[in-house]
């Protein structure tokens, strides 16, 4: 389960609305849209103030091992890995490996730092080649490129 969907059940099981977890922890109404959407993941001091609000651990918010990760049947893309589906594929936070990308640990892809957030690029071809996979060939999905 993603954090976007577990932070909605924790909404939920706390019986608030956005706007009042909002209120709670100075976190602004458009930002808890984001992370209800999906399109991003708090940083960790926002992260502890949400589980705070809300009565949860941290690490509640996040899928464990036994978890089925979004996008691990997903297939690569040609351009651009989205973070959560490369992260997905390593078996790992999409969270631990923003900060990766941010610290150039990657082989596969890098961050850039904007006036505002983070820009994240994941190269298809090197992770396929990071984590093993090998792209199905032309001639066998019957392909003429």
Known sequence: MSYAKRLERALIEADLKAAELSRRTGISKACLSQYLSGVSIPREDRQEMIADALGK????????????????????????????????????????????????????????????????????AQLREYIGIKKESSAATGDPR
């Open 57 to 124: 651990e941290r690490d509640w918010f996040f899928p464990q091992k036994t978890d089925h990760m979004p996008g691990t049947d997903e297939e690569l893309p040609e351009r651009r890995v989205p973070v959560y589906l490369a992260a997905a594929k390593l078996g790992i936070n999409p969270q631990a490996l923003r900060l990766a990308l941010q610290q150039k640990r990657c082989p596969f892809g890098f961050a850039v730092k904007t006036e505002k957030s983070w820009i994240y690029h994941i190269s298809p």
